[in-house]
């Protein structure tokens, strides 16, 4: 927690840390992703937003 609570700590927003934390925390589960499927997943997503 020392690593996160920080000078910088007081400058984001609550959301922005949290979305840190969970990077942080779950970094093992990260490291085992793919990017090129998660661009594939955002791109879709985006496609179906962009369809109306």
Do not use: H, Q
């Not at 922005?16 to 997943?41: G, M, P, W, Y």
């Amino acid at each position: 927690m020392d690593f996160v609570k920080n000078k910088r700590r007081n400058k984001i927003s609550d959301s922005l840390l949290d979305d840190c934390l969970v990077t942080f925390i779950e970094r093992d589960i990260l490291e085992d992703l793919n990017e090129n499927d998660v661009v594939k997943t955002f791109m879709a997503i985006r496609k179906r937003r962009t369809r109306k």
